[in-house]
């Protein structure tokens, strides 16, 4: 998030930068260690509005906090290829000794299924942004055979959606880099100033 972090400085805006161990802890340890430090240094500094911009599982992370921990001073919310109704890989893979190794408890969090954590979360009482993608590297070729639909490769179109979304964008990105593509970027830039994307004249 190295390019996206800076752009969003270049254009005034002070930033915290948020890594998590997402193969070391499920979401609910991850959201109170990593996200809820991360909020208390902005409101430390009397910030008026938290934005917050995320990648893939960071969206779920966001959900999460902000559905135990509500926020008055919450602002918008941009989510980058997020899996808000779950992964089919996930689904498929999730019971293999080697996936469970790479890529830890709070990746097995995020089926399809009814019960998975992102179905127990509630539509976010805040105006989210998503962009996804509809391009698939080659390192998920095999992977995205599993899902349902267009996809990113990691997550369906349909599946990154959320109840109650205030604007949705699809770009020709994969998951794994959508954040350093220039119109990702300016699209986020522009939702956390406007609370919608640019769909140009004719969106």
Not at 44 to 52: G, S, V
Not at 62 to 90: D, T
Not at 171 to 185: A, K, Q, Y
Request: hydrophobic residues 35%.
């Amino acid at each position: 998030m190295k390019k996206m972090e800076r752009k969003i400085q270049q254009a005034g805006y002070q930033t915290v930068n948020v890594n998590y161990p997402s193969t070391r802890m499920p979401i609910e340890k991850l959201a109170g260690k990593c996200l809820a430090p991360a909020i208390r240094h902005c409101e430390a500094k009397h910030t008026e509005k938290i934005h917050f911009v995320t990648h893939s599982m960071g969206g779920i992370l966001v959900r999460y906090y902000l559905q135990h921990h509500p926020l008055h001073n919450a602002g918008h919310i941009v989510m980058l290829s997020p899996p808000n109704k779950g992964s089919e890989i996930i689904d498929k893979l999730s019971k293999l000794s080697l996936f469970k190794w790479l890529n830890g408890p709070a990746a097995l969090q995020l089926g399809t299924g009814k019960n998975s954590l992102p179905h127990r979360l509630g539509p976010l009482p805040h105006h989210a942004g998503i962009i996804t993608g509809n391009r698939v590297n080659v390192l998920d070729i095999i992977p995205s055979r599993f899902i349902e639909g267009d996809s990113d490769g990691k997550v369906s179109i349909e599946n990154a959606k959320l109840e109650g979304m205030k604007d949705f964008l699809v770009v020709p990105c994969s998951h794994t880099f959508i954040m350093n593509h220039d119109e990702v970027i300016e699209q986020t830039l522009h939702f956390l100033q406007y609370g919608s994307f640019h769909h140009g004249s004719g969106g």
